[in-house]
Structures are given as C-alpha cells and as structure tokens.
C-alpha cells in the first residue's frame, strides 16, 4: 500500500516553455500534498505544501506565479513549471499524506520528475 | 529554525563491516523523526519513524535510535544492496506546521563486495 506515481519521470524542453507534473496516491485519499525540489547531491527542499480545494501554501523565496499547484481531487496534485528557464531545471518530487491517518504518519514519495530546461 | 545536521556526508564500507550514521536534530518539541533510504534517480522510501527518546526500531540490517538531540541508523554486516543515500527528517509539534518535514542533506552510503 501507500504508493504515490508521479508522472513524467523525465523531461526535456524549451526555455519560455511550461511544464506540468502530476502526482497520484493510487491506493490512498490525500488531501495534503507537498512539493519538493533536490539539487544533485543536496537534500529535499520543501517548496510548497497542497491542499485539496483550496490553495497551496508555498514556503519564502517559492514563486507561486512560477510554481502553479492545482489539487483538484483527492488522488491528485498537479505542479506546473511556467515559462520554465535554464534555472529551474532540478529533481522534482512529490509525497503524500494517507488521509485519516495519525498526525506524525509518514510522507510517501513519488520518483521524481527530473526537468532540464534546455 | 529547525536544523538537521547528518554526518558523514559519505561513507564506505566493506560487506559485513558495521557502522552506524548520525543524524543531529535541534527543534523546539519533536512529533517524529523518519529515516528515508533515496537511490539514485528515485523518491525516497520510508524506512522508519521514531516518536520519543529511548525508542528503538529494526528492519533487516537496519536499527534507528533515538534520544533527545540525535537519532542513529545502526547498519549490521551491509551488503552492497544497502548502498543509497539515506535520509533522516523532523517534524515538529507546532501548530500551524501542516505536518511538514525538515529534511537533513543526508548520508551516501556505499557498501563495496
């Protein structure tokens, strides 16, 4: 139980373009969610945490108008990069929190989305 | 500010040779410590949590401790299969915190056969 899908796994594109990334809990309801980013050989670094119906909360120094969550059911986050740059490119991964579970439950990880900006 | 601080940053070990990886935590009140196993290129994988001092947990090779400044990941006779980054994180008993984890940068661990 608990598995998280995270989807692409891999993508190359364009600067000036936007990406999108999903994160599924297959087999759990999930109304919290959190984002994180991972520099190579560096740790996870919360960038926002998702709510289901309402809006995300981001931490200081995450553009929300550069980083778009959208969790619009219990099953699902999306995360979409806008007008993604050089810079953005990073590892990319979600969690999930199993709804009714207790409040120091562990988070369950996607596999990441590794996005390089070309 | 919640820190984590895990030491070494990388360690070698033959197969079957044990040691232990430090993970060093200052919060204002602990709701959980969790230990991660990341390899490469993946999300990491729960391996433990860890709620008060004097806590012990086991898994195969693996033991996590816990007192009230740091927690220990105890790896008995590794075997190459054990190699991967391993992370330790905190969760905090504020409110507010949205059960958020503060995450260290992590030991990279490589058992050579």
């Known amino acids: 139980g608990a598995v998280v899908s995270q989807h692409p796994s891999w993508v190359i594109c364009k600067s000036g373009t936007s990406v999108k990334i999903e994160c599924r809990s297959l087999?759990?309801?999930?109304?919290?969610m959190f984002w994180y980013r991972q520099f190579p050989k560096q740790s996870l670094m919360l960038m926002a945490t998702?709510?289901?119906?309402?809006?995300?909360?981001?931490e200081q120094g995450v553009e929300k108008d550069k980083f778009l969550i959208n969790h619009a059911s219990l099953t699902l986050s999306t995360l979409t990069v806008t007008s993604a740059h050089p810079e953005d490119s990073s590892f990319y991964i979600c969690?999930?929190?199993?709804?009714?579970?207790?409040?120091?439950?562990?988070?369950?990880f996607g596999d990441g989305t590794r996005l390089s900006i070309l | 500010e919640d820190q984590v601080t895990q030491s070494p940053e990388a360690l070698r070990l033959q197969e079957g040779e044990s040691s232990s990886l430090n993970c060093s935590y200052t919060?204002?009140?602990?709701?959980?410590l969790f230990w991660y196993r990341q390899d490469p290129g993946k999300g990491p994988e729960f391996l433990f949590t860890?709620?008060?001092a004097g806590e012990e947990k086991e898994k195969e090779r693996l033991k996590a401790t816990l007192t009230k400044k740091e927690s220990f990941l105890h790896i008995t006779a590794p075997k190459p299969e054990d190699s991967a980054t391993y992370l330790c994180a905190v969760q905090e008993s504020k409110s507010g915190s949205a059960r958020q984890l503060t995450f260290g940068s992590g030991t990279q661990l490589t058992v050579l056969p």
């Open positions: 969690s999930a929190l199993r709804d009714g579970g207790f409040s120091n439950q562990p988070q369950h």
């Open positions: 998702s709510n289901e119906g309402s809006k995300a909360t981001y």
């Open positions: 860890l709620y008060s």
């Open positions: 087999d759990f309801q999930a109304t919290t």
């Open positions: 919060v204002s009140g602990l709701r959980g």
